[in-house]
């Protein structure tokens, strides 16, 4: 008796437990940002801007883009410092997640050091956070970890990075698992422990790259 008693009070722990994990996730809701709303030649409201490493902060304004992936506006950084160890971040205020879905339209657009576009998340500030990037000048996808200002690669994938036409990157990381998504494929699958909280999402780019990007997408996920 007394053992069905204890696998009874185990069993509607751990359901209470789902119920209460469930109903965190449900807390936050997925959300789109495609800057239609904003005002052109402006910064896009909701977000703050820093910059990991040297050189100048990065300009991030809303354009109007004929091409834009969800029509009018997209949101570009449009400052050609050309330091490079320089890299420009916008971070949405809000939320603050650590499993998550996430994902971005980006065209590569210029630049002679570097023609980056990528997305961070887990975001702690401006020197401690996760960045996934595709450069259409090596060709290649990346994963790195930046831990107090230095930036670690974790994995790396070759392949097509094309200038001036619109790619879509994604993210989908549960716990320490990684997984990276370049075009719909996934290019990247890896284990990483550096950081496991929550943290905030954004854009970031590198020295001279002028980039557009379009419909960041974000849902959480359960764990």
């Not at 370049?182 to 854009?203: L, M, N, P």
Request: charged share 25%; proline share 4%.
């Amino acid at each position: 008796m007394r053992f069905l008693i204890m696998a009874w009070i185990i069993i509607i722990s751990i359901s209470l437990a789902g119920t209460l994990m469930v109903q965190a996730g449900q807390e936050i809701k997925s959300k789109t940002w495609n800057f239609d709303s904003d005002v052109i030649n402006a910064s896009p409201s909701g977000f703050e801007f820093k910059r990991t490493g040297k050189g100048s902060p990065g300009r991030w304004i809303v354009l109007a883009e004929k091409d834009a992936p969800s029509s009018p506006n997209v949101l570009a950084q449009v400052d050609t410092d050309n330091t490079d160890y320089r890299f420009p971040i916008a971070v949405a205020n809000e939320p603050s997640l650590s499993d998550l879905r996430l994902s971005a339209r980006c065209k590569p657009v210029s630049g002679r050091v570097d023609q980056a576009c990528g997305l961070v998340f887990r975001y702690q500030d401006e020197n401690n956070y996760y960045v996934t990037r595709a450069n259409a000048l090596e060709g290649n996808v990346s994963l790195y970890y930046v831990k107090d200002g230095r930036r670690h690669q974790i994995a790396s994938w070759d392949g097509k990075v094309a200038k001036g036409i619109w790619h879509e990157i994604r993210i989908e990381a549960r716990g320490d698992h990684l997984d990276i998504y370049w075009d719909g494929k996934k290019v990247i699958d890896a284990h990483d422990t550096t950081f496991r909280d929550a943290g905030k999402i954004g854009f970031w780019t590198k020295a001279d790259s002028v980039t557009y990007f379009d419909d960041l997408s974000l849902e959480p996920l359960g764990p």
